[in-house]
């Protein structure tokens, strides 16, 4: 059973049961699917105009003919497709089956709700916008730009960048080389590989990984963990008090003016396994967990418990 619609504006509704075709045609079309209904083919072409459709589900499939190239897709609550010469519009859903595509698209979009994006291709960028967001990402040199926001965000790519803005943001990345900036929040950002974590403001707790990492909490009381790898902890005065658990031969806490040039310490007591130095222009840095015999260094140069 195939239900074709003219060169206007119609209005399709399926009352035909599973394995349909539908085809809007050109115009501004609003397609209804039974619920009921299973294995639906809806096909579209490049200039077939804005069609919404109402009832999808994952059994059913939409078929792009002509050539048509996906130009941004767009997901929260509802999904949308946007070609040169149109739009198809999902309602209520976030995934679609989609055949004979061709994405041109280096973007995908979410919206200022609460997003599920995910996302397996290189080179390419992940918009979140506002809302709580959960993204999945695990292609490579990919910008995801989470925005502000309670946001969740696994990623398993490799040379990644991710942004996000004012929020509790949980992130997780295994990805070579990664690069972490978070705005003002309380955040928790874990990293087993590569990273440089920035984590702006808030009481952040900050992990590293296997490699070399780069990390620093910014203001707040923030919690760092550099776990294996020569890391590099940052500290710039007036940033609160961060307290580094795992320091171990190899790392640095690096002291940071202003205006990027070394900074140093006022005051540096040692007691009951802790170092506590006093940062000039306000702050304070712990070592927890570091013995008498331990030698820290400092800007690069060492500094010996007493």
């Known amino acids: 059973m195939t239900i074709a619609g003219g060169d206007g504006n119609d209005g399709i509704s399926n009352d035909y049961g599973s394995k349909v075709t ?3 045609g050109a115009g501004k079309d609003y397609i209804y699917l039974d619920t009921s209904s299973t294995e639906v083919l809806i096909e579209y072409g490049e200039d077939d105009g804005d069609d919404t ?3 999808y589900n994952l059994t059913d499939t939409i078929k ?4 048509s190239i996906i130009n941004s897709l767009i997901s929260g609550d509802d999904l949308i497709l946007n070609f040169s010469g149109g739009s198809i519009h999902l309602v209520n859903t976030s995934t679609a089956n989609i055949e004979g595509t061709f994405i041109d698209s280096t973007t995908t979009e979410g ?9 397996d291709d ?3 960028t992940l918009n979140g916008y506002g809302g709580n967001d959960t993204i999945y990402n695990s292609g490579e040199n990919v910008l995801i730009n989470a925005g502000d926001g309670n946001n969740k965000i696994r990623d ?3 040379d990644s960048t991710i942004r996000t803005g004012n929020g509790n ?3 997780y990345s295994s990805a070579d080389f990664s690069s972490i900036l978070s705005g003002s929040g309380k955040d928790s950002i874990r990293n087993t590989s590569y990273s440089t974590i920035d984590a702006g403001a808030g009481n952040d707790i900050l992990h590293g990984g296997a490699g070399n990492d780069m990390l620093w909490g910014g203001a707040g009381n923030d919690s760092l963990y550099g776990d294996a790898g020569s890391d590099v902890f940052i500290y710039r005065p007036g940033e609160g008090t961060d307290t580094i658990f795992d320091y171990q031969s190899g790392d640095m806490l690096q002291i940071l003016k202003a205006d990027g040039s070394p900074g140093s310490y006022t005051n540096a007591t040692f007691s009951n396994n802790k170092l506590t130095l006093a940062i000039d222009g306000g ?3 712990v070592f927890d967990n570091v013995s008498s015999s331990d030698t820290i260094n400092i800007n690069g140069t060492e500094l010996e418990k007493k």
């Open 22 to 24: 539908i085809n809007g």
């Open 53 to 55: 459709i109402y009832g």
């Open 64 to 67: 792009l003919t002509s050539g």
């Open 111 to 119: 919206t200022s709700g609460n997003d599920l994006l995910s996302n």
């Open 122 to 124: 290189s080179n390419v």
């Open 156 to 158: 398993l790519g490799e």
């Open 169 to 171: 943001n949980t992130i």
């Open 283 to 285: 702050g304070t840095v």
